[in-house]
């Protein structure tokens, strides 16, 4: 992904020999990268790959054993202004006496320095951020009281109250509907518009071709980075998911679907239906049953029924 | 005799607002999960006490001083215990506490023995808390250094706030946490030590978890959770202090802990929309308004076919819906008649039998049917409305947002937009499924069971 010569730009994020190691075993080991700025990068790997490590390292929050992490071309403390960080949603505890508008604001913490409290100025651009998401109406609501994708949005929010130029996102899509999955990928677009550079872990295969220009595939090693039609492919997936069969077997389904679909359509992907037509989670366990329909949107049983059905007239 | 003496009066000065101190820093110690690591540094104080006798002599400071030194050194131990060791954090406040609290023990047990001082020295009130031997230059001190931590909570707010949340995400923005954590522990420590005198060793965890606990039944925010808590606190500092004035044989501490947990039990019981009580009636309010609507639905269903004419239903039809809850299903039909929902009426059977055979008629007992009155036809409709609108809801636009569906809100009206709640009415016309709204309705039977979608 380097371009070298490149000496005007320095790339958003650069990764030179980086190791991490938590009690000595490594999980991330000899990493060199270079993310150019202004694109949105899909970080993937299997479970345990070292995803969250790689972005708590350019975070900082984890010591790099060896190698060094650049942002904008300086260390990262002395740019962290410019990152915005979306944490993994467990990271915190959401039972929290918060209400969303709080934690949106805390966005604005970092700019306001000591002592001083939100005011106008910052209520206004929170509210803003919730807007962005679609949760304006949930701005007084207590954190606990809302449902997990509505979590992941406000955390959202938060990163968009920073404001920054360089977002990380520990798995923004995980445990939320079809909707907000698309509420969420529309306003990372948005950003991605204004030039910002967006590193997303994310874990669903099938969305990886629509979602971003380039990825970076990781398993304890760096196994391949770059524009996603040149490293999406059906040997570096084998490479990064290595051994594990039947995940091997889909993953190449699709990338054959995927494939197949590129040349007809245009560049807007087919989320929900290839969603649709998948006959199994991608990452599901192996052997699991495949669901009845799909998962996302279900509504619940009894709804389904029509009216009058179980209580019709004798 | 004035009713407080003077003593009395700074004493419950002093404990008032160390208790507010409390239970302010013990929200936020509550919140970075620090609770027990509190327990732990109030018994590590122990030996700092012991220690600072044996040096200084009976000096307030300066035994408090000792007890600062230790309590942190006992913490400090825990987190390289922690950090260090494969030994888990619970684990190592247990050894922590039990040592350092062993060691003090047996360094008084030694100061008792060796020393004339000793009584006066009352290090044995540190351990339970004593009010009676405190004298006004004690108290300011307490009270200085209560006023101290509260204003340094005060201060630093939103940087607490932040770190008891999201720690990673504080860290991110270059707040410095381990310093952070390090003041929120330091005040921690300084609660714990000015409470030793008067509630003691033992029971000082208390102070800094029960008012925050309590005030959480209570309130929903940061902020006013802390004013709460310190409020509870101050009141629990107040109410056993002056207990334990006025009934001198027994100790302060426990007093002011009973106080404090009568406080709890109150809000655990008692507290508007959290407490126990409440919740059980919402709970019961809401299971019987769940199964009136449920059978204002049935009762529509039932009289649908042959609207606009309100059809008699025969009794045990009704009940025959519910199938082992016949008492639940009586309640029902007796709630609905005195509501106004439902008449006598007689079925087509009886009808029959009564114009065949009069006599036979009259020797059955009561009516057996019921028919949905008026007023009862209009609520019934509402409900099924609401119901159907919903289902329709569910099974056409849940992809958009599920997140807001309700099937128990008595208006939909507040909660879909107007536009896309107009859309399912008009799907539910266009079906001939729409209950209500004037119009007569079309009866279900013959339509497609499935709505046009
Ligand atoms: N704090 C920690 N202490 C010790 N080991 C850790 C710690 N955090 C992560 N690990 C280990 O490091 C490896 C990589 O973890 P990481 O969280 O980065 O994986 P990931 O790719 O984000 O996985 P997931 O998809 O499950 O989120 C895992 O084997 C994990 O067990
Ligand atoms: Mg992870």
Redesign the interface.
Known sequence: MSRPGDIQTPPAVELHDLTVAYHKKPVLWDIDLAIPEGEMVGIIGPNGAGKSTLIKAVLGLVPAATGWVRVFGESYASRRREVGYVPQRESVDWDFPVSALDVVLMGTYGRLGWCRRPGAAERKQALGALERVGMQDFARRQISQLSGGQQQRVFLARALAQNARLYLMDEPFAGVDAATETAIVNVLRDLKQQGRTLLVVHHDLQTVEGYFDRVVLVNLRLVAAGPTREVFTRDNLLATYGGRLTILDQAAETVRRFEDWLPQTGAEPPHSAARAAAPQRLLSPPGAPPPAQPQHGAAPQAARRPPGENHALP | MPFLEYNTAIVLGGTTLLGFASGVIGVLGL?RRRALLGDALAHATLPGICLAFLLFGRQFGALLFGALVTGIAGVALVALLSRYTRIKEDANIGIVLSVFFGGGLALSTYIQKNSVDAAQAGINGFILGRTAGMVQADLIFICTAAVAVCFVVL?????F??L???P??A?????PVVRLDFLLMLLLAVTVVIGLPAVGIVLMVAMLIVPPAAA?FW????AP?MWLAGAFGALTGAAGSLTSTYAADLPAGPVIVLCGSALFLISLLFAPRRGILARARDRRRWRKRRAIRGFL??LY??S??ALPERAALPIA?LLG?FPGRAREAEALVAHAARAGWLERAESEERAALRRSAPRAAAAAEGDDAVRLTAAGLQKAAEAARI??L??HY??TS??????IVDPDAEEIESILPRAVLAQLEEDLKNAG?LPGGGAPVRA??GLP???AT
């Open positions: 919140l201060l630093f707010y939103k940087e706030k932040l008891c949340f999201d990673d995400f860290a991110v923005e270059g707040w959480r309130v929903a925010g940061l959770m639905r049935i269903e039932a649908e076919a039809d819906r119901h159907r919903w289902q569910l099974r849940a992809h958009i947002d599920r997140d499924t279900l039977a069971r499935e709505l």
